[in-house]
Antibody
Framework: QVQLQESGPGLVKPSETLSLTCTVSGGSITSYYWNWIRQPPGKRLEWIGFIYYSGSTDYNPSLKSRVTISVDTFKNQFSLKLNSVTAADTAVYYC????????????WGQGTTVTVSS | EIVLTQSPGTLSLSPGERATLSCRASQSVSSSYLAWYQQRPGQAPRLLIYGTSRATGIPDRFSGSASGTNFTLTISRLEPEDFAVYFCQQYGRSPWTFGQGTKVEIK
């Protein structure tokens, strides 16, 4: 069974870069579209973007200018970088997988809280 | 961007009752790419329904239906563990979007 684990700093200063990594275990990194999703306090879930193991990506236009998602197939990891962060980027960040047959996002990390504050 | 609007915001019901949750899309969405998730406090979302199919391991008291731009999640008889927040999501057209959620609480 595929499992995901997010890792990265829980506190980021304004204007700096938020960096998170999601480690995939129990399955192949080639079998999913790998997503980053966030949930600001009291707000709805927001899709940030996805990457396929080949490196193809799709990003939410609202964040596209600040986001990079990358994949490391050797380490079975994919990563998120969000630059020039502000307090509005404070959220719980989830990594999640959408299977190639697109039967919903059936695997999620437990989520990691990132706070943007000086 | 496709906006998903869920109603009601909160549903107050008793165990054993039937819950009907609505998700309306601002534009046409392929029903194949509309999913429902359950989120309990402090936990990640859990996939319940994709299209009108139950995800692996989901009890048959959960069902999904679609009519045009209106989508419905039905829980036939609420169990204590079903009191949670439910989200719909469309992933047929980028950017993928989520509804704001419906909280099912114990009456």
């Amino acid at each position: 069974q595929v499992q995901l684990q997010e890792s990265g700093p829980g506190l980021v200063k304004p204007s700096e870069t938020l960096s998170l990594t999601c480690t995939v275990s129990g399955g192949s990194i080639t079998s999913y579209y790998w997503n980053w999703i966030r949930q600001p306090p009291g707000k709805r879930l927001e899709w940030i973007g996805f990457i396929y193991y080949s490196g193809s990506t799709d990003y939410n236009p609202s964040l596209k200018s600040r986001v990079t998602i990358s994949v490391d197939t050797f380490k079975n990891q994919f990563s998120l970088k969000l630059n020039s962060v502000t307090a509005a980027d404070t959220a719980v960040y989830y990594c999640a997988g959408l299977g190639l047959r697109k039967y919903g996002m059936d695997v999620w990390g437990q989520g990691t809280t990132v706070t943007v504050s000086s | 961007e496709i906006v998903l609007t869920q109603s009601p915001g909160t549903l107050s019901l008793s165990p054993g009752e039937r819950a009907t949750l609505s998700c309306r899309a601002s534009q046409s969405v392929s029903s194949s790419y509309l999913a429902w998730y359950q989120q309990r406090p402090g936990q990640a979302p859990r996939l319940l329904i994709y299209g009108t199919s139950r995800a692996t391991g989901i009890p048959d008291r959960f069902s999904g239906s679609a009519s045009g731009t209106n989508f419905t999640l039905t829980i036939s008889r609420l169990e204590p563990e079903d009191f949670a927040v439910y989200f719909c999501q469309q992933y047929g057209r980028s950017p993928w979007t989520f509804g704001q959620g419906t909280k099912v609480e114990i009456k």
